[in-house]
């Protein structure tokens, strides 16, 4: 009673899951923190020498970092969904957000786990920093292959180009800069940099939002979300900027469309996806019938004062990978069974956009509503679980494009507690992390349950969300 009383709640329907979303959040970052600091794995890439993340060396086995981070991941659902309906009771948890902090803290000071993106980060940032061109240099093929960042990326990425805007290949040059040539210092720089953009969102937010159910809930899903947190911050993803600035342009908004228009550029010149932001922006200010020229204005130039030097220094071939990359087909997504049945991957991009479209006729009239802010964040919303449920490339990271509008937005319980349960078995699915160093058991466990379970979750919650959808606009109709 003693944690919970001092974040904010005294007593009432409330404490048993509050309790239990502190309890089982503070398992889900501590489970994730013992894999990071017991040094390279199966989950964690080994960073090399330098200042920097800290860990032990210890080298543990695969078998049991997987279940680790699994008991981690199962443990960051609970607590989440815990959370959703403690704050649907009231709760409001003020001073466990200094919690959330700690563990933030705790995240960055130790190595990234569950991928080895931070070290195509790393690359693709020296690769800019020492002037060559990370959009058409691969990291295998700079400096002969011999640079000592460049040259620890790991497999299959050691031979790709980056896929990454160039706001964010920007952003990857300077964390380069400060790194030099150790990984481990340059891949800290760049968790710090997260961290940062973390914890400016959070103090903006708190800012923003007036009433305290709304600060409630943004805490809950974005700031103190176990799964964000580790998943997200923990890997070291470039997700965590481009969310973090997405959530700042629909926070600013209103009343600073500039500076707006600048954040929106830093998620969209960062990830392309990140449009659905924008997109629910602008049909936000349009229902509110902002005519005023100058808003407009503001908004775009902020944009466009990122975005045209960003791209004008990355070059016309900025996004080649990514339009190479919308023919992948991960694991874990509602597409693999039809693409291994023999379904051509030219109905991928269509298949998808139809996918959006069906969402987006089911929850538009049920999440656009409310003030201007929960219309943009509605809006986003819905482009983003549709573009999420129907993409053929999907990781649990990429799902900061949603989580950020959803805790703005006014989102029905059971949508929520669908959105929760898919993030959570998605991540589980992606657990170590690496695609070696495993053993041949954890290999047949971990691959097996992504290739043979992962696509039927996609499934469930694409359906689902058709169902919950058709229920809640009948209501909403009635």
């Known amino acids: 009673m003693t944690v919970l009383r001092a974040a904010g709640t005294a007593g009432g329907p409330a404490v048993r899951p509050a309790r239990l979303a502190v309890a089982a959040g503070a398992v889900c970052v501590l489970g994730w923190a013992v894999v990071a600091v017991l040094g390279p794995s199966a989950a964690v890439p080994d960073l090399g020498a330098g200042f920097g993340a800290l860990d032990l060396g ?10 680790l981070l699994a008991v981690s991941v199962l443990a960051g659902g609970v607590g989440l969904g815990a959370g959703v309906r403690a704050v649907h009771r009231g709760w409001r948890p003020r001073r466990a957000l200094l919690l959330a902090a700690v563990a933030a803290l705790v995240l960055t000071l130790v190595p990234p786990v569950g991928s080895a993106d931070h070290l195509s980060y790393a690359a693709y940032g020296r690769i800019a920093a020492l002037g060559g061109d990370p959009y058409s240099q691969a990291p295998d093929a700079f400096a002969g292959g011999t640079d000592p960042v460049a040259s620890a990326v790991r497999d299959p990425w050691r031979s790709t180009t980056s896929v990454y805007g160039p706001v964010g290949g920007l952003l ?38 007036r009433e305290d159910a709304a600060r409630a809930r943004f805490a809950v899903l974005w700031t103190a979300n176990p799964l964000l947190l ?6 070291a993803h470039a997700d965590v900027l481009a969310g973090a600035a997405a959530v700042a342009a629909l926070l600013l908004a209103r009343d600073r469309p500039g500076w707006a228009g600048v954040a929106l550029a830093v998620a969209v010149g960062t990830k392309l996806p990140y449009g659905a932001v924008g997109v629910g922006i602008v049909v936000a200010a349009l229902a509110a019938r902002r005519a005023r020229p100058g808003w407009w204005v503001r908004g775009a130039v902020g944009a466009l004062v990122v975005l045209v030097p960003a791209h004008l220094w990355a070059g016309p071939h900025a996004y080649d990978q990514t339009r190479t990359a919308s023919r992948y087909v991960s694991l874990a997504t509602i597409w693999r069974p039809l693409v291994d049945a023999g379904v051509p991957r030219g109905v991928l991009l269509p298949g998808m956009v139809a996918v959006v479209a069906v969402v987006a006729v089911l929850w538009w009239p049920v999440l656009v509503r409310g003030d201007e802010l929960q219309r943009a964040a509605g809006a986003g919303a819905v482009v983003a679980a549709g573009y999420l449920l129907g993409a053929a490339y999907e990781l ?6 949603l989580w950020g509008p959803l805790a703005l937005a006014v989102v029905p319980g059971a949508w929520t507690g669908v959105l929760v349960g898919r993030l959570t078995l998605l991540a589980v699915a992606y657990v170590p992390g690496l695609v070696d160093g495993m053993s041949p058991a954890v290999e047949a466990v971990t691959l097996g349950y992504r290739r043979e379970v992962g696509p039927w979750v996609a499934w469930a919650a694409l359906l689902l969300t058709v169902f919950w959808g058709l229920r809640c606009r009948r209501r909403v109709a009635s």
């Open 58 to 67: 210890a080298r543990p086995g695969s078998a049991l970092v997987t279940v």
């Open 172 to 209: 990857m040059a300077a964390s380069s800069l400060a790194g030099g040539t150790s990984v481990r210092t340059t891949v800290w720089a760049w968790q710090v940099l997260l961290l940062l953009v973390w914890a400016a969102v959070a103090v903006l937010a708190h800012r923003v939002l």
């Open 230 to 235: 580790t998943v997200g911050l923990g890997g």
């Open 396 to 401: 649990p990271w990429y799902d900061l494009l």
